[in-house]
Antibody, heavy 118, light 107 residues
Framework: QVQLVQSGAEVKKPGASVKISCRAS????????IHWVRQAPGQTPEWMGA????????TYAQRFQGRITVTRDTSTSTVYMDLSSLRSADTAVYYC????????????WGPGTLVSVS | EIQMTQSPSSLSASLGDSVTITCQAS??????LNWYQQKSGKAPNLLIT???NLGTGVPSRFSGSGSGTDFTFTIIGIQPEDIGTYYC?????????FGGGTKVEIK
């Protein structure tokens, strides 16, 4: 059974950082890329980055370079997305989603984590 | 960054109608295009991969076509459960990018 379980909502001040978790089933964690996609209120989804099932460093959208870090914990099958220097424009629902590669479709999504910055 | 332009931004259809949404890429993306449906307050749900391949468990009233820069998504015989917002997404080049969305309503 595919499961992507995300951490709960966060409220942050501008300039702070947020770290969101996404716990996957073992099969998903070991065989699929985990991507991060965010969606601001009333806006289109925006791809932020991804990490491969073999680990290593993440692949990030240029616009988030320097502010985003995606990591994995193999002991808990959990992927983390850390976003720093938060501003009000970062207020959004953040989704983790799985895909078979970096260039891909997303066939399963987490329920989303609301991050409010104010 | 590849820009994806969707039209229309919204539409209203009667039950049983056919509806068509178009998506245009700012450069040739081959058939590297997916379509999603998103219902209010939920994550997007994958409908079509690689421009025309129906996703697992997706009803056959949904279809997609196109290649290069111009793509079409069609619902034949729209049902009440089809209300939501539909997005195209290219995966030819990083960053992966989405269209602006088409909000579908039932008259």
């Amino acid at each position: 059974q595919v499961q992507l379980v995300q951490s709960g909502a966060e409220v942050k001040k501008p300039g702070a950082s947020v770290k969101i978790s996404c716990r996957a089933s073992v099969e998903t964690f070991t065989r699929y890329y985990i991507h991060w996609v965010r969606q601001a209120p009333g806006q289109t989804p925006e791809w932020m980055g991804a990490i491969s099932p073999s680990g290593g460093s993440g692949t990030y959208a240029q616009r988030f370079q320097g502010r985003i870090t995606v990591t994995r914990d193999t002991s808990t099958s959990t992927v983390y997305m850390d976003l720093s220097s938060l501003r009000s424009a970062d207020t959004a629902v953040y989704y983790c989603a799985r895909g078979p590669s970096a260039h891909t479709y997303f066939d399963h999504w987490g329920p989303g984590t609301l991050v409010s910055v104010s | 960054e590849i820009q994806m332009t969707q039209s229309p931004s919204s539409l209203s259809a009667s039950l049983g109608d056919s509806v068509t949404i178009t998506c245009q890429a700012s450069q040739d993306i081959g058939n590297y295009l997916n379509w999603y449906q998103q219902k209010s307050g939920k994550a997007p749900n994958l409908l079509i991969t690689e421009a025309s391949n129906l996703g697992t468990g997706v009803p056959s009233r949904f279809s997609g076509s196109g290649s290069g820069t111009d793509f079409t998504f069609t619902i034949i015989g729209i049902q009440p459960e089809d209300i939501g917002t539909y997005y195209c997404q290219q995966f030819d080049k990083l960053p992966l990018t989405f269209g602006g969305g088409t909000k579908v309503e039932i008259k």
